[in-house]
């Protein structure tokens, strides 16, 4: 069964922890990234992956960290430094980050943070 | 800043009627790429629709493309209440999507 998972579905932090959010695919996919997304808004992009130890910042970034160790693994940790963290997070992979007509992207169900 | 944005934010219709929702966009694109997300969940791919293409179909679904407009349109016929969702438009322009705020569209049985 192919596909994109997150974990957790919930999940709750205290002010001042650091928090990290799992995503899995097992696609093959080359291409991963973690949108952030608010209530009644659209996806703005946080990180982004095209390969193995490598990734680059998208238009948030500040207050968020990944590592990408293995393909099929791409986590977010949403530090102390990220200020208004409470969002829907979401995970998506693509085949590859450039190139050719198609770039979809399959996307994980996603993990709602919220801060206590 | 967003680079796609959809009109309207909300629509209702009745079952049976059809949904047509805009997106505008600012800069040259590769393609344009329409999602659905429903409520709490992740994004479907829709359809793509390449820059050189002016119109695209499947299914209930028909995507228009007008490059000089800067704007796409999608069309769902014959709307059923499970097509209940946000419906987002993504340009890309380079290696990156960029999403819109989405239409929420919702269809009453």
């Known amino acids: 069964d192919g596909g994109i998972t997150q974990s957790p579905k919930y999940l709750f932090r205290k002010e001042g922890q650091n928090v990290t959010l799992s995503c899995e695919q097992n696609?093959?996919?080359?291409?991963m990234y973690w949108y952030r997304q608010d209530p009644g808004q659209g996806l703005r992009l946080i990180y982004y992956?095209?390969?193995?130890?490598?990734?680059q910042k998208g238009d948030i970034a500040e207050g968020y960290s990944v590592s990408r160790e293995k393909k099929e693994s791409f986590p977010l940790t949403v530090t102390s430094a990220q200020k208004n963290p409470t969002a829907f997070y979401l995970c998506?992979?693509?085949?590859?980050?450039?190139?050719?007509?198609?770039?979809?992207?399959?996307f994980g169900p996603g993990t709602r943070l919220t801060v206590l | 800043s967003q680079q796609g944005e959809e009109d309207p934010q909300a629509l209702s219709i009745q079952e049976g009627e059809n949904a047509t929702m805009n997106c505008s966009y600012k800069?040259?694109?590769?393609?344009l790429q329409w999602y659905r997300q429903n409520s709490g969940r992740g994004l479907v791919h829709l359809i793509l629709?390449?820059?050189?293409?002016r119109e695209k179909h499947s299914g209930r679904l028909r995507v228009t493309l007008d490059t000089s407009k800067k704007s796409s349109s999608l069309l769902i016929t014959a709307s059923r209440a499970a097509d209940t969702a946000s419906y987002f438009c993504?340009?890309?322009?380079?290696?990156?999507?960029?999403f819109g705020g989405g239409t929420r569209l919702m269809v009453k049985p």
């Open positions: 998506a992979s693509s085949m590859a980050l450039a190139g050719g007509p198609r770039n979809e992207q399959f």
């Open positions: 696609l093959n996919h080359d291409a």
């Open positions: 992956s095209q390969i193995v130890n490598d990734f």
């Open positions: 800069t040259s694109i590769n393609n």
């Open positions: 629709i390449r820059s050189n293409e």
């Open positions: 993504a340009t890309r322009a380079g290696n990156m999507l960029t």
